[in-house]
């Protein structure tokens, strides 16, 4: 329970007891300041240098009198930026009225282009069209219909569930040579390629998003499309040779959490019994360390040892910090956390009865003699910490480039800071590593750096493992 809580990057609604304000630019600035230097527990830190420190702020300050409104966000993200810590940043926030919301811009106040065909239109021709492209296609957030028009492939809503986006809007173009023109869900424009698999699936790659085909009828079964979506997301198990396996899992966000047990759970005599497994997470970019415990018995050698995680103790941390959980067990929890917190604002706080933790991890009976795992500089937060904790067993070796470096503070929630244009997401501890072992804009290192010279990683890994 405790290890959960402590690791996830948390996202609440932190209330602080302020008025809200529609403030300009200046008083935006001076309120972010008042809450990171009050509130942010790598503060001192990371102003060690206060003669820098205060430089930087003083010149932000002067420059913001004479900044316009609509260029502040970029000046609040670059006072941020001063802190190097990818578990904060800004929320842009539009009013409506006495609403106060975070959403997408409203699209009124965008040139959106439609598609110039009817729906009815629309499924009289694909329904005669032998174009694989063409269709009725959809996504967890949206269904769009793609048709050809000239030389290229408009992707128009027909139903989504952002209220941004309405009938008929193109969502994307395709065009050719793979290459696709995608907006987002603010309307932005980001240029991607695309690939389409088995005239089923359509993938967009940087932004990593799947429609699968729902009209015509697509040539591959329910369960065919679920292992390939698996694939194309990059959570799959496979056998690469006689003696070598790999398990691949590009993030350990909540909502993959089942599927991570499930294709351990499908797997798990391959796994008992293969010689090598490579775990792949590069470009995992973190979630909760719960998602990967199915996993850690099949690598580690013994206990694994952990450092806890200090509260920086504020008055909104004591407000809010029952509101993180929505069960009983986590109010529990959060309950005794207060009771700690009381009477020590501005001190840190180890929840925890030790400073340091010793996992209880059962280990497996049988399991791969030999672990290697690809990281890179995409690996970040709970990917990381994977990879610091796998580190520990006699029979792992990681292999890769140095991670992304965003795992000394933790547990980032949702602020108000006095405005209503605003709000701060923010780390609410810090490790106990430090200051002796700092791993942020550091990373985790490998125990075999491939350098760009190797291109296929996953075949340099079977090649080490097996001669």
């Known amino acids: 329970m405790k290890k959960s809580i402590l690791t996830l990057l948390i996202l609440v609604l932190a209330l602080s007891s302020f008025s809200q304000n529609e403030c300009n630019c200046e008083q935006s600035l001076n309120l972010l300041i008042k809450k990171v230097e009050s509130e942010y527990p790598g503060f001192k830190e990371k102003t060690a240098d206060t003669i820098r420190y205060s430089d930087f702020k003083d010149r932000l300050i002067i420059k913001s009198q004479n900044t316009k409104d609509s260029d502040c966000s970029d000046l609040l993200e670059y006072y941020l930026s001063y802190f190097r810590d990818s578990h904060m940043w800004l929320y842009l926030v539009h009013t409506n009225d006495n609403e106060t919301q975070t959403q997408t811009p409203k699209t009124d ?110 040539k591959l079964t329910e ?3 679920e292992l390939k979506l698996d694939k194309i997301q990059g959570f799959y198990f496979t056998k690469l040779t006689d003696r070598t396996s790999l398990l691949c899992i590009s993030s350990f966000d909540d909502a993959y959490v089942e599927k991570i047990e ?123 910490a994977f990879v610091l904790e796998a580190k520990q067993s006699k029979k792992v070796k990681i292999l890769g480039t140095p991670t992304y470096g965003v795992i000394d503070y933790g547990s980032a929630s949702l602020f108000d800071f006095g405005c209503k244009n605003h709000k701060l997401v923010m780390p609410t501890w810090r490790s106990m590593r430090l200051p002796e072992y700092p791993l942020d804009n550091i990373g985790v290192q490998p125990d075999i750096y491939l350098d760009k010279s190797v291109k296929d990683w996953i075949q340099f890994t079977v090649d080490y493992l097996e001669n």
């Open 109 to 218: 106040e965008i040139s959106v282009a439609k598609v110039d065909i009817t729906l009815d239109d629309f499924y009289k021709h694909i329904s005669k069209s032998m174009d694989e492209l063409e269709g009725v296609w959809s996504s967890s957030s949206y269904k769009v219909g793609i048709i050809k028009m000239e030389n290229e492939y408009q992707g128009f809503i027909i139903e989504a569930s952002n209220e941004s986006w309405k009938a008929n809007e193109i969502k994307f173009r395709l065009m050719e040579k793979g290459k696709a023109n995608f907006y987002m869900g603010n309307h932005s424009l980001r240029e991607d390629n695309f690939e389409l698999c088995d005239g089923s699936i359509l993938s967009f790659k940087s932004i990593t998003l799947a429609f699968v085909k729902e009209f015509p009828k697509p």
């Open 223 to 225: 369960n065919e499309i």
């Open 262 to 384: 499930k294709i351990v759970s499908d797997n798990q005599q391959a796994i008992e019994n293969c010689e090598n497994l490579i775990i792949d997470v590069r470009n995992n970019s973190g979630g909760t360390y719960d998602a990967y415990d199915e996993i850690l018995p099949y690598i580690i050698t013994d206990n694994i040892r952990g450092v806890g995680q200090e509260f920086l103790v504020t008055q909104t941390l004591i407000d809010e910090v029952e509101d993180w959980f929505d069960d009983e067990e986590g109010k529990k929890w959060a309950r005794s956390w207060i009771r700690m917190f009381e009477g020590n604002i501005g001190k840190f706080i180890n929840i925890d009865s030790a400073d340091v933790n010793i996992s209880d991890i059962k280990i497996a009976e049988h399991s791969p003699k030999q672990i290697a795992i690809l990281a890179n500089k995409r690996t970040a937060s709970s990917g990381e």
